[in-house]
């Protein structure tokens, strides 16, 4: 399985695809080494709605040191979806 992840990231091209009809959320790390502004407002030209960005304190794991602030951006994001 490895072998084939491996496979995959070096053998990937980005390829344009129909663009989501949906706003899109992006949640980053600021300390994110593996991300980088560009890619993150990348995202923005996926969708043919909004693209919100957020931005955490943290690494690429930022998730676990900022766990109540990601989860209020999630709520907040989709509350009014319910």
């Known amino acids: 399985m490895i072998r084939a992840d491996f ?46 960005i957020h931005w955490f304190e943290g690494d690429h794991f930022f998730i676990h040191g900022e766990n109540e602030q990601v989860r209020k951006v999630v709520e907040d994001t989709l509350r009014p979806l319910l």
């Open 7 to 52: 496979s995959m990231v070096e053998t990937w091209q980005y390829r344009p695809m129909p663009l989501f009809p949906t706003p899109i959320s992006v949640l980053a790390g600021r300390l994110d080494d593996r991300t980088n502004d560009e890619q993150v407002n990348g995202w923005a030209i996926e969708s043919s709605g909004t693209c919100n």
